[in-house]
């Protein structure tokens, strides 16, 4: 179990002002989303939380420990170049296995067991070549999910497919979210994704980003799109993203 903390974050790469003072918590077990404009730093700060870069000022904490390295408990998901093109799905969800030493035979058992979990068990055989941009992106989180990390950070995993796949994807990330009691920590452009998943969501500013709102969803799942507070909450956050139009 991990709770994240973000304190004071500023980042900066050379004269590139990317994060300013960023303050935010998700508490273990939770469902947090990231919206903002492109460029606010958004991926920046998922890949601190991974442990791939350190903030030049503030800190960035698991469990009040500085985060300083990457760990397997918190894994990044990323869109694209996330598998291995020479290996098939089953031996892309292995690698991890492997490199942490699992025996052969407990790899084969959890491997099954994943594929299982994401509908993919017809195509373990398969390479990623050889697969849909949907499968593609459950084979990548059956990568992570394998390794039974407490945290999944998901940098925009549905950007790249098609809007009803990705209808489909967002129930299958809420179902394994339901069913794991894993941190789920998800940035996506998509601010209606947001308000259907995530407990809480955080709405960043322009570059050199900082949190802007925090906004809790507290509707029961699966939620409704089309509801008074689902309208109410998309609306709050296309004003502050700037996107309505009067
Ligand atoms: N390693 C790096 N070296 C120099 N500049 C970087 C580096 N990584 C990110 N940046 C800069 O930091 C800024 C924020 O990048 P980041 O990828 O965090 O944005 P983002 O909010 O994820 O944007 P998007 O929504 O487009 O993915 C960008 O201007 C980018 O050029
Ligand atoms: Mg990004």
């Not at 009040?64 to 799905?89: K, Y």
């Amino acid at each position: 179990m991990q709770t994240i903390k973000l304190e004071n974050v500023s980042k900066s790469f050379g004269d590139l002002k990317v994060l300013s003072n960023v303050n935010f918590s998700v508490e273990s077990g939770e469902f947090v989303a990231i919206v903002g404009p492109s460029g606010c730093g958004k991926s920046t700060a998922l890949r601190m939380i991974a442990g791939l870069e350190k903030p030049t000022t503030g800190k960035v904490m698991a469990n009040e420990q500085i985060i300083d390295q990457p760990d397997p408990e918190r894994t990044l998901i990323f869109q694209e170049h996330a598998l291995f093109p020479w290996r098939t799905v089953g031996e892309n969800v292995e690698f991890g296995l492997e490199l942490a030493n699992v025996a052969k035979e407990e790899r084969e058992a959890r491997i099954q067991a994943i594929l299982i979990k994401v509908g993919l068990t017809d195509f373990k055989d398969y390479y990623p070549g050889q697969l849909s941009g949907g499968m593609r992106q459950r084979a990548s989180i059956a990568r992570a999910l394998v390794m039974d990390p407490d945290v999944l950070l998901l940098d925009e995993p549905y950007g790249a497919l098609d809007a009803i796949t990705k209808l489909k994807m967002q129930n299958e990330l809420m179902n394994l979210w339901l069913g794991s009691q894993k941190t789920m920590i998800l940035i996506t452009h998509d601010i209606d994704e947001a308000i259907y998943l995530a407990d809480k969501i955080f709405v960043m500013s322009p570059r050199p980003g900082y949190i802007k709102d925090m906004i809790i969803v507290d509707l029961p799942r699966p939620r409704n799109r089309n509801g008074t507070e689902f309208i109410k909450i998309r609306e709050r956050i296309m004003n502050e993203l700037d996107l309505t139009t009067n």
